[in-house]
């Protein structure tokens, strides 16, 4: 027999310092990769330093939001109480047309995913300091 799940609040990123305006453009509804000033690569989720050159130097570029699905899963037991009547839902995995990866929420329908689906980044306001990217159908 399950126990009932207790009513527990969203749980939601801890925004520190090395990624604080990277969640600030999100509260704007931009979202932006980190790009090396010295090599240009593109580096995603932000890192301290860049992983192809080891500089410490960092700079953003802003991305046009759309990609494609490259892959997907479904997830139908719940991480946290929280998901529990969210299930079945979808994260999947999109290439950026700029060449990084994303993972993120998805607003289509989990019978309508394909590989390839072209999408764009949509954001949810969850709260003040937290907004959240939903790809959504492009
Ligand atoms: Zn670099």
Request: charged share 30%; net charge positive.
């Given at each position: ?136 159908g492009a």
């Open positions: 027999m399950t126990q009932p799940l207790p009513n527990l609040p969203r749980p939601l990123p801890r925004i520190d310092r090395e990624h604080a305006e990277w969640w600030a453009a999100l509260r704007r509804h931009e979202l932006l990769v980190q790009e090396c000033p010295r090599c240009k690569a593109l580096t995603f989720p932000p890192e301290p330093a860049c992983p192809r050159c080891r500089s410490l130097e960092r700079g953003w570029r802003r991305s046009s939001g759309r990609g494609r699905v490259l892959s997907w899963v479904v997830v139908h037991r719940p991480s946290h109480p929280w998901f529990a009547d969210k299930v079945p839902y979808a994260v999947v995995l999109v290439q950026m047309e700029e060449g990084f990866r994303v993972i993120g929420h998805i607003d289509v329908p989990i019978e309508k995913l394909r590989d390839g689906l072209p999408v764009e980044a949509g954001f949810e306001d969850v709260n003040d300091e937290v907004a959240l990217i939903r790809f959504r």
